[in-house]
């Protein structure tokens, strides 16, 4: 069993980029990683995915623009975000799968605005 912890959000203006982190405090070696985002009034939904394969999947609305990456060694999963855009501004969430477990982190805001 793991813990979540994302850092790295905040505020950039239209255009800009921001790369969250999510620090886990054990090894995800085994574990599906992603990100997921959530806007006010709306569903949490997925913005990204990296398997223990390093096999990746990304919401059309994001794709192009942001790339998930996964640093086993050092436990983290990184989401790095470029073209932001005002619809992106949502708090963002870390989440770990295995063999049915899931774990979430307590999330990180980021808002796009100038």
């Known amino acids: 069993q793991v813990e979540l912890v994302e850092s790295g959000g905040g505020l950039v203006q239209p255009g800009g980029s921001l790369t969250p982190s999510c620090k886990a405090s054990g090894s995800i070696i085994l574990y599906h990683m992603a990100w997921y985002r959530q806007a006010p009034g709306k569903q949490r939904d997925l913005v990204a995915s990296i398997t223990n394969y390093r096999s990746t999947n990304y919401a059309d609305s994001v794709k192009g623009r942001f790339t998930i990456s996964r640093d086993n060694a050092e436990n983290m999963v990184h989401l790095q975000m470029n073209n932001l855009k005002a619809d992106d501004t949502a708090v963002y969430y870390c989440?770990?799968?295995?063999?049915?477990?899931?774990?979430w982190g307590q999330g990180t805001q980021v808002t796009v605005s100038s």
């Open positions: 989440k770990a799968d295995r063999f049915g477990e899931s774990h």
